[in-house]
């Protein structure tokens, strides 16, 4: 054994490109569904990280030189992280917005809600004992600035969040820089 070797390295597996864009899919249709981190996914499909993100380096790299996405390249596990990213992306925006509609749904109509209070004693013994369970049924009101805010952004023309004003004159600085006023006299700018 030479000095350069280490024996306690242990050597990474030899991929076939095939195998590769196998373990890449497997690594990708894990990661989109938002369950679980890229480094979760990557290590259950036993995978190391290193090895990973060199594929997709390489892939990158593919990519930008302008080769094309081959059915077993480097560059198709790059598009495949890629494309598995975005759908994550798009996924978390369309729960984000469900999540978002409830919740101001929630502060639109008011809502209840139950608190549970437990008393609790000791008994002859010294240990606790539930003594009594009282459930309060709390109604929330609706908040008047979520109100506010779903009117003026579903109703805009009948319920603008903003003042206008008008004061009737023309306005033609480019061609004589006067202002015209309603009462026809002018203003030199």
């Known amino acids: 054994m030479s000095k350069t070797e280490n024996p306690r390295a242990i050597q990474a597996p030899n991929y076939t490109p095939k195998e590769r864009v196998n373990k890449t899919k497997q690594v990708c249709e894990a990661y989109q569904t938002g369950k679980h981190s890229l480094g979760a ?3 259950s499909a036993g995978l190391k990280r290193r090895t990973f993100d060199q594929w997709v380096g390489l892939g990158k790299k593919d990519i930008a030189a302008g080769k094309k ?5 480097y560059a198709k596990c790059a598009d495949l992280l890629n494309k598995a990213k975005q759908q994550r992306a798009e996924k978390f925006k ?7 509609r409830t919740g101001l749904e929630k502060l639109i109509t008011g809502y209840e809600r139950e608190e549970t209070r437990t008393i609790i004693v000791s008994d ?8 009594e369970k009282i459930v309060t049924t709390k109604h929330t009101a609706p908040n008047a600035t979520a109100v506010i ?9 009948n319920f603008k969040h903003k003042n206008d004003l008008n004061l009737g004159g023309e306005l033609d600085i480019k ?6 006023l309603p009462d026809g006299s002018t203003i030199e700018v």
């Open 124 to 131: 002859k013994d010294g240990n606790p004992t539930v003594k």
């Open 69 to 73: 996405i081959g059915r077993y390249s």
């Open 41 to 43: 996914c990557i290590e």
């Open 175 to 180: 061609s004589t820089g006067l202002i015209k």
């Open 94 to 100: 369309a729960e984000l917005k469900d999540r978002a």
């Open 149 to 157: 805010f779903a009117l003026t952004n579903v109703d805009a023309d």
